[in-house]
Structures are given as C-alpha cells and as structure tokens.
T-cell receptor, first 113, second 116 residues
Framework: DAGITQSPRYKITETGRQVTLMCHQT?????MFWYRQDLGHGLRLIYY???????DKGEVPDGYVVSRSKTENFPLTLESATRSQTSVYFC????????????FGSGTRLTVV | AQKVTQAQTEISVVEKEDVTLDCVYE???????LFWYKQPPSGELVFLIR??????QNEISGRYSWNFQKSTSSFNFTITASQVVDSAVYFC?????????????FGGGTRVLVKP
C-alpha cells in the first residue's frame, strides 16, 4: 500500500539491548524525520534526512543512530536502550516544498524495561 | 531558533460548547509555515491545516476555524459546537523556510476533553 509505514507497532525491550525501528515510505519524498513523543514535551525531533546518505541531528539525538541508504527507508537504531527512551516514536516524510506538508506514520510504542 | 508555545495543557468542555486553542510562535524568518495536527486516542497524527506566512486570511472548515495574526505571532484554532469525537490532543507546529532539512517544530500540545 502507498504511504508511510512504521514497524513494529509495539516493542518491549530490555535495558542495554539494541533495537531498530523501521520506517518505509512509498512516495520517494526527499525528507524524512524521526520524532519522539513524551508527555509534557510534545513531539521532539531526533534525526532528519534531506536525501539518501544525508542525515543530521535534531533536538534530541543522543543514544540514537540513523541511516538512509535508500530514499524510501529511514531506520532508527537505539544502540543500547535505556528506560528514558521509552516513548512513542513517529516517522514522517515530506517533499521538497513545505507547501505539500508532512505525512506521519502510525507510530511505534517502545517500552524499555 | 524557532519555538512554538501552546500554553493550555488541557481544556475540558461540555458538548456543544466552543473551544479555542492558543498557539504562539517565535521565528526570525519572514517565510514560514504553520500547521495544526490532531491526535485522537488511537494515536495517529491527523493533518488539519497548513498556512504560510503570507496568507493571513482566516479559514473555516466546517466546525473548525483558524485565526492567524502575524502581529501577535499567533495561530489560534477554534472548534465550534464541540462534539465528543473532538476529544484529542491538538498540536500546533512551525516550519521555517530557512530551517535545514524542512524541520517541523511542535508545541507541547493541548488535550481537549469534550464531555457529553
């Protein structure tokens, strides 16, 4: 199906484990983003990418790694998960022009125990 | 740096009442875009409106209306005759034309609870 999909939808992991959240979009949008949503903080930008092989840090990048070898995929890896990374993670994409807005995935609820 | 403030953390109303959500933003850019998103209890983010900085015309869409005032850096959202289905968290967001990577900055959100 066309759109932006995130997987898994829910994930429980243990402290110290590596976990990867997947994001896939079918529009060939140039820009992709990862946000985390926490109570009281709204959505905060973790990393973003302007194109394949171009990524940059957002507001809260510590503890996360991203890659973008293909335009359509933008995985987010927690190298050594901590309880403070328990959150809802949203992936988004947008075209070059902001006139087309942003499209968000359904989110991944991650719990680190 | 761009910033978005939604001072109201939670608003509770009775069905059919009007509710206004405040959004104040800060930017040095002359070209920027403002957005409102709705997040219902199911958790997804639903796009409601996008407005660029050169278009100050207010907009109405059904029971929703938006008041954009550059003079006060505000982009307020009103739900008229609220319904239980309007219960959700609403986010205001800003994207500056000069911001690298088309970044979108969100406010903290306002939770709206509409009671029957």
């Amino acid at each position: 199906d066309a759109g932006i999909t995130q997987s898994p939808r829910y994930k429980i992991t243990e402290t110290g484990r590596q976990v990867t959240l997947m994001c896939h979009q079918t529009w060939s949008h140039s820009y992709m983003f990862w946000y985390r949503q926490d109570l009281g903080h709204g959505l905060r930008l973790i990393y973003y990418s302007a194109a394949a092989d171009i990524t940059d840090k957002g507001e809260v990048p510590d503890g996360y790694v991203v890659s973008r070898s293909k335009t359509e995929n933008f995985p987010l890896t927690l190298e050594s998960a901590t309880r403070s990374q328990t959150s809802v993670y949203f992936c988004a994409s947008s075209e070059n022009s902001r006139d087309y807005g942003y499209t968000f995935g359904s989110g991944t609820r991650l719990t680190v125990v | 740096a761009q910033k978005v403030t939604q001072a109201q953390t939670e608003i509770s109303v009775v069905e059919k009442e009007d509710v206004t959500l405040d959004c104040v933003y800060e930017t040095r850019d002359t070209t920027y875009y403002l957005f409102w998103y709705k997040q219902p209890p199911s958790g997804e983010l639903v796009f409601l409106i996008r407005r660029n900085s050169f278009d100050e015309q207010n907009e109405i869409s059904g029971r929703y209306s938006w008041n954009f005032q550059k003079s006060t850096s505000s982009f307020n959202f009103t739900i008229t005759a609220s319904q239980v289905v309007d219960s959700a968290v609403y986010f205001c967001a800003l994207s500056e034309a000069s911001a690298a990577g088309n970044k979108l900055t969100f406010g903290g959100g306002t939770r709206v609870l509409v009671k029957p």
